[in-house]
């Protein structure tokens, strides 16, 4: 199959959708709203994760895995980052672990104790503050520029105290859609080095570009630095958010045990599952046709989505180079961005998610947040909803 007869109009099932899509999605909201909310895609995921989950599935066993994760899984990652992010990594260095989001509470819990402070960029996705604080951890949020994705490195420097103990990035970032590049990952190391922090970089985001590959904060053209933690998985890049799959990369094995003794997979009372690494390694080693063609397909609706923001008088476009979620600013508008995304859910019936403290810190309050993941009929029949009602919003 070519990327249009894979993510074509009728590849999107609205029935299964309404009954499996959850969080904010067709699940969870009113009948016959269209919801453009949490980043997830609306198409069938790759044939080979099918199969591989049929074929486990079929021998009837579902026995425990390994604490420290199965190794063809961890071996379909470590090839990942080298095929894709020019990264060598050992695969006894990465944990396999029950979704991103449950990296970043494991991360923060074993890096932090009460009081320490962590980075953490503005705007970025609430995961990086509810982490640190239920580590007992306090955030300290620092400028991310939306239009140039990058921080103030005064303002790092100035914030920077003796009870500080990590950077957080998200690269490239949610919500704004940037991505760090080279030269500026290479002086958040040497930033990272000079201070003794940790630099915890989310990159679950990062198969999700348009024109020019990301850069992992783990690729070997970079400086080197042993207090580098990424965090990942496969929720944005092959759409299994449900199978809940992430991954923790660690430098050394004493970072790996730590991970490790915080994930409490050796008492069982965490972990993956087993067929969700069996799902994630089909991904990995079998898939990469799927996200080429999803890629294409996100570039056509990422195009859709800026030719609406550009006609309406409402929204000014905020240029973004990855992710499949866009940040435009609310302009010429009275409405505070929860408001106005209220008044398009009651009167076009569409779902948007706002900016503001909840979701994003502070820097998000002023804009909203799109997520274009569907089929072109989906999108356009949202967007002509919202034109129809635009002379309601001023
Ligand atoms: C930056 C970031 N990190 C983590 C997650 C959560 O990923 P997962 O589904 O693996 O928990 C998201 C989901 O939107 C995200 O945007």
Known sequence: MNSNELFSNDTVNLEVLHQRAFNFRWAAVEDGVIPLTAADPDFPVAEPIVNAIKAYSDKGYFSYAPAEGLMEFKTAIQRWYLT???STISSDKILP???AANGLYIVASALLSPNDEVLIPNPVDFLFRKSVENAGGKVV???FDAETGWFNLDELKAKCTDKTKALFICNPNNPSGKAIVKEQLNELIEFCKLHDLWLVSDEIWIDIYFNNQLTSVLNEDLVTYSKKIVVSGL????????????YVICQNNDHFDLILKHSHHQTTAGGISSLSQIAGTAALNESLFWLESFRQHLTKMKRITEDFIHEMPFLELVPSEATYVIFPKIVNCSMDSAALVELILREAKVALVPGGRNWFESASEGHLRICFSTSEAVLTEAFNRIRSIQHLIH
């Open 97 to 99: 672990l029950n979704s």
């Open 235 to 246: 929720s944005k890049n092959f759409g299994l958010a449900g199978l809940r799959i992430g």
């Open 84 to 86: 894709q992010h020019n």
């Open 141 to 143: 949020p620092c400028m």
